[in-house]
């Protein structure tokens, strides 16, 4: 996790953003952004790409849950929501994969520079999960390709499953290519011969 932070902000209040912009630098991090509406915070983080954003919950046009939302969408980047409100239709959105963590008005700086950290770290670990659910999606079915292809060569070769994919990782080796390359390619090659086949 990087020590100095890019930081956009967003709150319709002149006031809380001046403080916001004092404080961060005093926490060693930079302000990347700062807008007074959901929108401005949008367009200006399109073209800053900061690493953390802090958004007021109520502001005009967009509030923070649905600008965190339009950002995500962009480029997945962790939120802080601060509010003085208890909103608890747009609290409840606060759980979402976006909204690292949320902060009541007025900031404290032990506050933020407890928060802060703990944003990133969740984002971090959320990163980390959605990565290895994508990995154990593509491993499954991978898989499923492999025991298709175990399955055409036990048919052609007449042979056992284990020889069948012995030759497969044999063939894999011996070509330099991926056990799922090579199965894929004999899923191919049966679609072939089974329109060959058909063929009179």
Same mark, same amino acid.
């Given at each position: ?103 009541? %008005? ?5 506050? !933020? *520079?407890?928060?802060? $950290?703990? #944003?990133?770290? =969740?984002?971090?670990? +959320? ?22 292809? %175990? ?5 052609? !070769? *007449?042979?056992?499953? $284990?020889? #069948?994919?012995? =030759?497969?990782?044999? +063939? ?29």
């Amino acid at each position: 996790m990087k020590n100095r932070l890019r930081i956009a902000l967003a709150d319709d209040d002149r006031d809380v953003r001046d403080y916001f912009e004092e404080i961060l630098p005093r926490l060693g991090h930079e302000v990347a952004a700062s807008a007074a509406s959901g929108k401005e915070l949008v367009r200006l983080c399109e073209s800053c790409h900061p690493d953390l954003v802090i958004a007021d919950l109520r502001m005009p046009d967009l509030n923070g849950v649905e600008a965190s939302l339009a950002l995500s969408r962009v480029k997945p980047t962790p939120v802080i929501i601060v509010s003085a409100y208890e909103d608890a239709a747009l609290l409840a959105r606060c759980g979402g994969d976006h909204v690292m963590a949320y902060l009541v %008005k007025p900031v404290r700086e032990p506050d !933020l *520079r407890m928060a802060i $950290p703990l #944003a990133m770290l =969740r984002f971090e670990q +959320l990163l980390a999960l959605y990565r290895e659910t994508v990995d154990l999606k593509q491993a499954l079915n991978d898989r499923k390709v492999v025991e298709r292809a %175990k399955g055409i060569l036990t048919k052609r !070769l *007449r042979v056992e499953e $284990p020889d #069948a994919f012995r =030759r497969l990782q044999k +063939l894999a080796s011996t070509r330099n290519q991926k056990l799922i390359e090579v199965a894929q390619s004999i899923l191919i090659a049966e679609e072939v011969f089974d329109a060959l086949e058909k063929v009179v």
